[in-house]
């Protein structure tokens, strides 16, 4: 069936560092990819979301693009703050009736000043 | 406006108990969800209801019983509680799945 792989966690970088977390995925069809943040306490939050290939999902200085050859999302932000500290997990969704979002095992980032 | 809401946002209970999680959307989602989130964050769908019906059933125990009375309503209800239980659960709702899921803040059920 369909899945996510991120990588293992926890990262840990300190302030103004460059952020990557590796996300990749196996699916039949044409799924739609997401990243969602949690942080400490709270519900998840949508991130960013690609639909297509190629497309380019971006939002609060974070960025991921959808790779259909590498069947990759990976998640990247330039510079991280403190506050970027949280849960983040890769997700996809077949799309088809009948199926719900397949989240990876999440990957805890840690920002020091 | 709080889109999704969970409610309680705490439970602890005592094995054996019963107990009922209750979800509410304001969005006009057509489709609900229920998640669990284990103590590792790894999260697993439980439930889908689209417009009040079943769509989604994964293998979950017989004690767990999902009830939508109408398609902003979505409620969990547990029965004979178990240590295993104890977990995060998420509700969560989707107008069309490609746009993503708007989840609520979560019910941590702690089972004594």
């Known amino acids: 069936g369909d899945s996510v792989t991120q990588m293992e966690g926890p990262v840990t970088l300190s302030e103004e560092a460059f952020l990557t977390i590796n996300c990749t995925y196996t699916a039949t069809g044409y799924p739609s990819l997401f990243w969602y943040v949690q942080y400490p306490g709270e519900g998840l939050q949508l991130l960013l979301k690609?639909?297509?290939?190629?497309d380019k999902g971006s939002n609060k200085g974070f960025e991921a693009t959808y790779r259909k050859e590498t069947t990759s999302f990976h998640l990247e932000k330039g510079s991280v703050q403190v506050s970027d500290s949280a849960v983040y997990f890769c997700?996809?969704?077949?799309?088809?009736?009948?199926?719900?979002?397949?989240f990876g095992k999440g990957t805890t980032l840690s920002v020091s000043s | 406006d709080t889109a999704v809401s969970q409610t309680p946002k705490y439970l602890v209970t005592q094995m054996g108990n019963d107990k009922s999680i209750k979800c509410e959307q304001n969005?006009?989602?057509?489709?609900m969800y229920w998640y669990k989130q284990d103590s590792k964050k790894f999260l697993k769908i439980m439930f889908s209801y689209n417009n009040k019906e079943l769509i989604i059933n994964e293998t979950v125990p017989n004690r767990f019983s999902p009830k939508s009375p109408d398609k902003a309503h979505l409620n969990l209800h547990i029965n004979s509680l178990e240590l295993g239980d104890s977990a995060v659960y998420f509700c969560?709702?989707?107008?069309?799945?490609?746009?993503?899921?708007?989840f609520g803040s979560g019910t941590r059920l702690t089972v004594v």
């Open positions: 690609a639909t297509k290939a190629d």
């Open positions: 969005l006009g989602h057509d489709t």
């Open positions: 969560a709702s989707s107008s069309q799945p490609v746009y993503g899921y708007t």
């Open positions: 997700a996809l969704t077949p799309g088809m009736a009948g199926t719900a979002l397949i």
